[in-house]
């Protein structure tokens, strides 16, 4: 009977692993949800995830990762059966102080926590904008630093926006831009970095879906958020943000001969997660595990006076912004092998599959 056991667990796990065939490397663009530890090798950086008790799940030691362990972008590459991505800037100075002589052939993650779709969002703390994550794209291919063949037929991954909307809602925030024309403005600049990859050979583009933002517990920081409930103001942007990242990737087909685009639906899952929450084995998706004050929300996981909870698994919240790995687990199985409710108009299995 054991033995049957193991077998079964054996060919399940398998489900969700794909030949690389197709697919050999990630690229990825983004803020913290992807950040592997950029801002870690960014010494300008304010916006950190250096210290414990991040990556005590997994790594058992901080990466530079904004959770407890993998990211959903770490979980896609177990899935492809390619090793982690390397952060830009740990793979250019180990480049650059002889090291190693090329840039990985597994991709690169260029995402920095705190960052945006608008260039001047988090400025102030030292994080890498999505405008400057594709300069330094873009020079490596430009360079012959990273084969054109390489990226066309790797696989994007962007998520960003978050922050954007969050910081719309500061109390020192003066937005000269009403919540809708914010919107259009944060999709420019995503619809610039999809003409631009396009341009370098990207083919295989997937565009993330925010969460509910209004949700995390760091909301109890902004002094007109409800904390009973989530802040229905910030989720009305994502969601018209959401709508829009949708409406690009419907595009494409037309719009970039020889692309395939997908949208995954992060925030409908989660918030299935929520509706449901045990059939997801969480027993809190309110609270962060890590964190203090109210919800966990007013403090950083890590930075003094924090409290940690005995089972990160049972949460749905890490620290104040971000999920746990077991979240992160959930959403990337759903991205890879779910239907179209989940991700559209396939699933990133399905988009790896394709020649």
Known sequence: MEKLFLVLLLLS?????????????????GDSIFDAGNNHFNRNCSVQADFPPYGSSFFHRSTGRFTNGRTVADFISQFLGIEFQKPFLEAQLAVMNGSRKDYPSNGINFASAGSGVLQATNQDWGVISIQQQLRQFQALVQENQVDKNLVQKSLILVESGSNDIFNYFLPNSTPTLDPGAYVQAMLAEVRN?????????????????????????????????????CFGKMNLMVKSYNKGLESLVDDMPIKYPGAAGVFGAVYDIVQRFR?????????????????????????????EGYKICPNPNAFFFWDYFHPTEHAYKLISRALWGGKSSRIRPVNLKTLASTP
């Open 275 to 303: 509706a449901i929450p045990a059939q997801y084995r969480f027993s809190d998706v309110t609270n962060a595990c890590c964190g203090d004050g109210t919800h966990g929300g007013l403090l950083q996981c890590g930075r």
């Open 13 to 29: 796990s398998r489900s969700f692993v794909v030949s690389s065939a197709n697919v050999s490397a990630l690229f990825i663009f």
């Open 193 to 229: 970095l999809i003409d631009q990859i396009y341009k370098l050979g990207a083919r295989r583009i997937a565009l993330f879906s925010l969460g509910p933002v209004g949700c995390v517990p760091a909301r109890a920081l902004l002094p007109g958020a409800p904390v009973d409930k």
